[in-house]
């Protein structure tokens, strides 16, 4: 069984920063055999993109939202198993609950449909 598990969600004033890992354990789960995902949802809204970093074999391309382009990073450490969002210059659009995803394909990395394992999610509160 797969599990995804959030962390490093907070409270942070406007211009500050944070960094949420994803954990993933589970019976030969392998990141790096994975794209991985970042997505979040704020009150009333619906799931977002935020950023992605495909398969380690196909080059481990990343890719951003609009909203996040410059200010966010995502990163993997296989050895880890862990996926990381370093998110900088937060504004309080930014305050949502944000959700790591794993996908085995390189397809859509922007649709949420297209991951097959989600975490519970972390609360991230920009205030300003």
């Known amino acids: 069984q797969v599990q995804l598990v959030e962390s490093g969600g907070g409270l942070v004033q406007a211009g500050g920063s944070l960094r949420l890992s994803c954990a993933a354990s589970g019976r030969a789960f392998s990141i790096s055999s994975y794209t991985m995902g970042w997505f979040r949802q704020a009150p009333g809204k619906e799931r977002e993109f935020v950023a992605a970093?495909?398969?380690?074999?196909?080059?481990?391309?990343?890719y951003y939202a609009d909203s996040v382009k410059g200010r966010f990073t995502i990163s993997r450490d296989n050895a880890k198993n862990t996926v990381y969002l370093q998110m900088n210059s937060l504004k309080p659009e930014d305050t949502a609950i944000y959700y790591c995803a794993a996908q085995s394909s390189l397809l859509d990395w922007s649709n949420p449909r297209r991951y097959d394992y989600w975490g519970q999610g972390t609360q991230v509160t920009v205030s300003s």
């Open positions: 970093i495909t398969i380690s074999w196909s080059g481990g391309s990343t």
